[in-house]
């Protein structure tokens, strides 16, 4: 059954360093999304991606965080200059369409310390 | 306008037992009601969704009760079973002239005791 597979499963990284989380969304899926969701919390959107280009993105998607698909199966999600607020685990989920349900991956535990 | 406020935040249910959870919504654009379960560590997964052209729907144990003049969605789990001990969320989202997000309630965490 295909998956959305994220790496790293955990990262840790120190105040004010930058992390790269990546993900590899079903590979017939054209729209691609990030969530947040803060321990103990609810999921979060942060930002959805289609045709190579933001198509929406929430309040928390400030100027810290940038999205890209460097080649053709990967989406990345960027964090400049981490914040102990920004631990979280962030799932990367992937559909066909807008109407279609959303796969999540397992998601990548990112601890701010 | 855009929350999904989800109750209760934790319930406990004996085996065999019939778990409810409840969800409200305000915004009148949603028009998808997505139920997911998440087990620790994991992502969540789609368990049943409904379109608010339909009161109900029913997949196996898992059914979905939805009332659009009230703007009230809820799970009911029959047959409650310990494997299904897990945190349910629920979600809505409106269709393409409303944006592709995802909306999600707080959680539910349930325990199904042997």
């Known amino acids: 059954e295909p998956e959305v597979t994220q790496t790293p499963s955990h990262q840790v990284t120190q105040m004010g360093q930058e992390v790269i989380l990546r993900c590899v969304p079903i590979s017939n899926h054209l729209y691609f999304y990030w969530y947040r969701q803060i321990l103990g919390q609810k999921v979060e959107f942060l930002v959805s991606?289609?045709?190579?280009?933001?198509?929406?993105k929430s309040e928390i998607f400030d100027d810290q965080f940038s999205v890209e698909r460097p080649d053709g199966s990967n989406f990345t999600l960027k964090i400049r200059s981490t914040k102990l607020e920004d631990s979280a685990m962030y799932f990367c989920?992937?559909?066909?369409?807008?109407?279609?349900?959303?796969?999540f991956g397992q998601g990548t535990r990112l601890t701010v310390v | 306008q855009q929350q999904v406020k989800q109750s209760p935040q934790s319930l406990i249910v004996q085996k065999g037992g019939i778990s409810i959870i409840n969800c409200a919504y305000e915004?009148?654009?949603?028009?998808?009601f997505p139920w997911y379960q998440q087990f620790p560590g994991k992502g969540p997964a789609l368990l049943i969704a409904i379109r608010p052209d339909v009161s109900e729907k029913k997949e196996g144990r898992f059914t979905i009760s939805f009332n659009k003049s009230a703007k009230q969605f809820s799970l009911h789990i029959m047959d409650s079973q310990p494997g299904d001990s897990a945190t349910y969320f629920c979600?809505?989202?409106?269709?393409?002239?409303?944006?592709?997000?995802?909306?999600f309630g707080e959680g539910t965490q349930l325990t199904v005791n042997p």
């Open positions: 915004n009148t654009a949603f028009d998808y």
């Open positions: 979600a809505a989202k409106g269709e393409e002239t409303s944006g592709s997000r995802l909306t």
């Open positions: 989920a992937s559909s066909s369409s807008l109407i279609t349900e959303a796969f």
């Open positions: 991606f289609y045709n190579n280009e933001i198509s929406e």
